[in-house]
C-alpha cells in the first residue's frame, strides 16, 4: 500500500509532461494512480474497489466505484483498502485542455474546486458508459491519427459532463457583478499560491493589503466587494486557506511543525501554534496525532 507520506514521482510523468496527456488501466501502475505533479495535471479516475481518499483535510471512504477529480492546486493521498483495485486514471494539463471560456467554468465547477466535491458514486449502469470512453481514450492514445489530440479532449469533456449532470445545479455559480468578478478573480489568487511544496518557497500573500496590491485595488474596495459576494471577510479567507494548507500539510507530510509554520509565512514556530489553535480551538501536533 503507498503510505500518505510518500511523495515520488511515477515514470507516466515523463510521458506526460511532452504531452500533457496520458490515459491508463489503473492495475498497470497503482502508483501512478495515487501521486503526480499535481501542479501540473488535473486528474480524473474511474475506479472499483475500497479505498480511502484523504482530500486536503476532508476523508472520503468509498468501498464500489467511483469518479474522483483531482485539481492540481489541492493536495491528496490515495490510501487502497482492497487486495483488488481496478479501473481507469486520465491526467491532463490545462493546456492540453486547450483552454476556453466554456472549459475553464468546467474546471471551476465544484467537481475541482476546494469545497466542491471530488469523488462521485458511480451505478453499474454509468461505470459501464464511462468505461467505454476510456477505453476509447486508450485506444486513440496509440493511433496516428492526425486529430487524435481534439478528439480525446472531446471524451475527457464528455466524461465532464456527465459527471456534471450528477452535481446539484445550484451549486454551479455565475460571476457577473463587477464585485462577483473580482472576488473570483482574488479566490483564484489565493488558490494559486497553494499547494505550498517546499519549505525554501514560502508563502508570500499574506494580507488583504498584498492581494489589493497584486490586483491592482485598493484594499477597502477589495474587502467590500468579497463581503458582499460571499459574506465574509477577505481576511477570513486567506486565514481558512492557510488553515486548511496547514491540515494538509500536517496530515500528508513528514515535515516537522518548524519548517511548516516557515513554509506557511510565520517567522517563528510559536506565531503558527497560537494562529491555528486560535482559528481552529486545537494545536498543529494534535491534528498530526
Known amino acids: 500500500m503507498q503510505t500518505k507520506t510518500e511523495r515520488s514521482v511515477s515514470p507516466f510523468n515523463s510521458e506526460l509532461k511532452l504531452k500533457g496527456f496520458n490515459v491508463f488501466k489503473v492495475e498497470e501502475d497503482s502508483s501512478a ?43 491528496y493521498s490515495w490510501e487502497t483498502l482492497s487486495t483488488t483495485y481496478v479501473g481507469y486514471t486520465c491526467l491532463f494539463s490545462e493546456d492540453f485542455l486547450n483552454m476556453s471560456e466554456r472549459t475553464d467554468s468546467i474546471l471551476k465547477s ?4 476546494l469545497g466542491g466535491t471530488p ?34 479532449r472531446n471524451y475527457i469533456h464528455l466524461i465532464l459532463h456527465e ?23 482574488f479566490l483564484e489568487l489565493l488558490e494559486r499560491q497553494f499547494p505550498i511544496e517546499t519549505a525554501d518557497n514560502p508563502l508570500q500573500l499574506r494580507s488583504p493589503q498584498d492581494y489589493a496590491d497584486n490586483l491592482s485595488v485598493h484594499v477597502n474596495y477589495l474587502n467590500k466587494s468579497i ?36 513554509a506557511l509565512g510565520f517567522d517563528y514556530p510559536t506565531y503558527f501554534n497560537n ?15
Open 275 to 289: 494562529y491555528f489553535k486560535r482559528l481552529t480551538g486545537t494545536t498543529p501536533k494534535a491534528i498530526r496525532s
Open 227 to 262: 463581503k458582499e459576494v460571499t459574506g465574509k471577510s477577505t481576511s477570513t479567507h486567506i486565514s481558512e486557506r492557510i488553515v486548511t494548507e496547514a491540515k494538509a500539510l500536517l496530515q500528508h507530510t513528514n515535515w516537522n511543525v518548524s519548517e511548516i509554520a516557515y
Open 110 to 113: 465544484p467537481l475541482f474546486s
Open 119 to 152: 469523488v462521485l458514486k458511480i451505478s453499474e449502469d454509468q461505470r459501464l458508459f464511462l468505461n467505454a470512453i476510456f477505453d476509447k481514450m486508450m485506444q486513440e492514445q496509440q493511433t496516428d491519427y492526425s486529430f487524435k489530440d481534439d478528439l480525446i
Open 163 to 185: 459527471a456534471l449532470k450528477m452535481q446539484p445545479s445550484e451549486n454551479i455559480t455565475q460571476h457577473q457583478s463587477a464585485a462577483s468578478r473580482l472576488t473570483n478573480v
Open 33 to 75: 494512480t495515487k501521486i503526480y505533479s499535481r501542479k501540473d495535471f488535473y486528474k480524473i479516475c474511474l475506479t472499483t474497489g475500497k479505498s480511502i481518499i484523504n482530500y486536503s483535510d476532508r476523508s472520503f471512504e468509498h468501498d464500489g466505484t467511483i469518479l474522483f477529480f483531482g485539481n492540481p492546486h489541492i493536495p
